[in-house]
């Protein structure tokens, strides 16, 4: 699965991710760790925010968020992937 994978970006796509560039740098990840700007942010990282933003552990892991995320932007934006 090393082999490039493409995915249409909406309208503001371009645009939201220039602005999350100016906050992360020119590296090559948009969420990168703080010790090393060629490995992503951890798991563990994501979910200690989450417990900084008072979320418990029973409530929601940055695993967790992929499904109401999903569910969400299928919503608002529906799913070209279906077409």
Same mark, same amino acid.
């Given at each position: 699965?090393? !082999?490039?994978?493409?995915?249409? =970006?909406? @309208?503001? @796509? ?5 602005? =999350?560039?100016?906050? @992360? /740098?020119? +590296?090559?990840?948009? %969420? ?5 700007? !060629?490995?992503?942010?951890?798991? $563990?990282?994501? $979910? ?5 933003? +008072? ?8 695993? /967790? %968020?992929?499904?109401? %995320?999903? @569910?969400?932007? $299928?919503? $608002? %934006? /529906? ?5």
């Amino acid at each position: 699965m090393r !082999c490039p994978h493409r995915v249409p =970006l909406r @309208t503001p @796509t371009p645009y939201l991710l220039a602005q =999350l560039r100016e906050l @992360t /740098g020119l +590296g090559e990840l948009l %969420f990168q760790s703080l010790r090393s700007p !060629c490995r992503p942010v951890s798991e $563990n990282s994501l $979910n200690a925010a989450l417990r900084c933003m +008072g979320y418990r552990r029973e409530q929601m892991t940055a695993h /967790g %968020f992929r499904a109401p %995320f999903s @569910t969400l932007a $299928n919503e $608002n %934006f /529906g799913d070209d992937s279906r077409s």
